[in-house]
Protein backbone atom coordinates (compact mmCIF):
# COMPACT_ATOMS: atom_id res chain seq x y z
CA UNK A 1 0.00 0.00 0.00
CA UNK A 2 1.16 3.41 -0.89
CA UNK A 3 -0.48 7.26 -0.09
CA UNK A 4 0.63 9.87 -1.84
CA UNK A 5 0.39 13.39 -0.64
CA UNK A 6 1.45 16.18 -3.63
CA UNK A 7 2.65 19.71 -2.58
CA UNK A 8 3.90 22.86 -4.28
CA UNK A 9 1.08 23.93 -6.22
CA UNK A 10 0.42 27.24 -6.30
CA UNK A 11 -0.21 30.93 -8.75
CA UNK A 12 2.75 31.77 -10.92
CA UNK A 13 3.18 34.07 -13.59
CA UNK A 14 3.79 33.01 -16.75
CA UNK A 15 7.35 31.93 -17.78
CA UNK A 16 8.09 31.22 -14.26
CA UNK A 17 8.63 28.09 -12.52
CA UNK A 18 7.30 26.01 -10.00
CA UNK A 19 8.34 22.47 -8.23
CA UNK A 20 5.67 19.98 -7.36
CA UNK A 21 6.57 17.20 -4.57
CA UNK A 22 5.14 14.20 -4.48
CA UNK A 23 5.23 12.32 -1.32
CA UNK A 24 4.97 9.26 -0.20
CA UNK A 25 4.14 6.75 2.72
CA UNK A 26 4.76 3.04 2.67
CA UNK A 27 8.11 0.90 2.64
CA UNK A 28 8.30 0.22 -1.36
CA UNK A 29 7.98 3.76 -3.34
CA UNK A 30 11.35 2.59 -4.43
CA UNK A 31 9.85 -0.34 -6.66
CA UNK A 32 6.88 1.61 -8.26
CA UNK A 33 7.43 4.11 -11.35
CA UNK A 34 5.79 7.17 -10.81
CA UNK A 35 3.40 9.30 -13.35
CA UNK A 36 2.65 12.73 -13.32
CA UNK A 37 -0.86 13.56 -14.68
CA UNK A 38 -2.97 16.89 -14.96
CA UNK A 39 -6.89 17.75 -15.56
CA UNK A 40 -7.83 20.94 -16.67
CA UNK A 41 -11.52 22.05 -15.79
CA UNK A 42 -13.42 20.24 -18.51
CA UNK A 43 -11.12 18.43 -19.91
CA UNK A 44 -9.77 15.03 -19.38
CA UNK A 45 -6.94 13.47 -17.45
CA UNK A 46 -3.85 14.24 -19.33
CA UNK A 47 -0.05 12.18 -19.09
CA UNK A 48 2.77 14.56 -18.05
CA UNK A 49 5.56 12.29 -17.83
CA UNK A 50 6.82 9.38 -15.61
CA UNK A 51 10.03 7.78 -14.09
CA UNK A 52 11.06 4.59 -13.70
CA UNK A 53 11.56 2.99 -10.09
CA UNK A 54 15.55 3.60 -10.38
CA UNK A 55 14.82 7.20 -11.34
CA UNK A 56 17.14 6.74 -14.52
CA UNK A 57 14.51 6.92 -17.23
CA UNK A 58 11.78 9.14 -18.23
CA UNK A 59 9.16 9.98 -20.31
CA UNK A 60 6.95 13.12 -21.25
CA UNK A 61 4.48 14.45 -23.03
CA UNK A 62 5.33 16.42 -26.35
CA UNK A 63 3.27 19.66 -24.56
CA UNK A 64 5.50 19.56 -21.33
CA UNK A 65 8.87 18.01 -23.19
CA UNK A 66 11.61 20.41 -22.80
CA UNK A 67 9.89 22.27 -19.74
CA UNK A 68 9.26 20.14 -17.18
CA UNK A 69 11.86 17.41 -15.71
CA UNK A 70 10.82 14.67 -13.30
CA UNK A 71 12.98 13.37 -11.02
CA UNK A 72 13.10 11.04 -7.61
CA UNK A 73 14.44 10.61 -4.62
CA UNK A 74 14.11 7.32 -3.05
CA UNK A 75 15.47 7.87 0.27
CA UNK A 76 12.90 10.86 0.95
CA UNK A 77 10.80 8.21 -0.82
CA UNK A 78 9.55 11.69 -3.19
CA UNK A 79 9.20 12.22 -6.52
CA UNK A 80 9.50 15.85 -8.13
CA UNK A 81 7.62 17.60 -11.34
CA UNK A 82 10.08 20.90 -11.85
CA UNK A 83 8.09 22.68 -14.27
CA UNK A 84 9.78 25.68 -16.06
CA UNK A 85 8.41 28.14 -18.58
CA UNK A 86 4.91 27.39 -17.79
CA UNK A 87 2.30 28.81 -19.66
CA UNK A 88 -1.55 29.33 -19.14
CA UNK A 89 -2.27 26.13 -20.86
CA UNK A 90 -0.21 24.37 -17.88
CA UNK A 91 -3.50 25.32 -15.54
CA UNK A 92 -4.47 22.76 -14.18
CA UNK A 93 -4.77 20.42 -11.08
CA UNK A 94 -1.87 18.30 -11.01
CA UNK A 95 -1.83 14.63 -9.87
CA UNK A 96 1.07 11.85 -9.37
CA UNK A 97 0.59 8.41 -9.68
CA UNK A 98 2.30 5.45 -8.81
CA UNK A 99 2.35 2.15 -10.39
CA UNK A 100 4.68 -1.13 -11.71
CA UNK A 101 5.59 0.33 -15.23
CA UNK A 102 6.09 3.44 -16.79
CA UNK A 103 2.70 4.12 -18.75
CA UNK A 104 0.98 6.72 -20.01
CA UNK A 105 -2.58 5.39 -19.50
CA UNK A 106 -4.00 6.66 -16.24
CA UNK A 107 -5.26 2.82 -15.64
CA UNK A 108 -1.81 1.28 -15.03
CA UNK A 109 -1.65 2.97 -12.08
CA UNK A 110 -2.63 1.92 -8.32
CA UNK A 111 -2.17 4.84 -5.96
CA UNK A 112 -3.12 8.33 -6.61
CA UNK A 113 -2.57 11.44 -4.52
CA UNK A 114 -5.24 14.12 -4.08
CA UNK A 115 -3.76 16.59 -6.67
CA UNK A 116 -2.39 19.98 -5.98
CA UNK A 117 -3.90 23.40 -8.12
CA UNK A 118 -1.27 25.10 -10.36
CA UNK A 119 -2.90 28.21 -11.91
CA UNK A 120 -0.33 30.33 -14.49
CA UNK A 121 -1.24 33.75 -14.76
CA UNK A 122 -0.44 35.06 -18.44
Known amino acids: QVQLVESGGGLVQAGGSLRLSCTASGRTFSTYAVGWFRQAPGKEREFVGC????????YYADSVKGRFTISRDNAKKTAYLQMASVKPEDTAVYYC???????????????WGQGTQVTVSS
Open 97 to 111: AAGRMVLAAPMGYDY
Open 51 to 58: VNSGGEIT
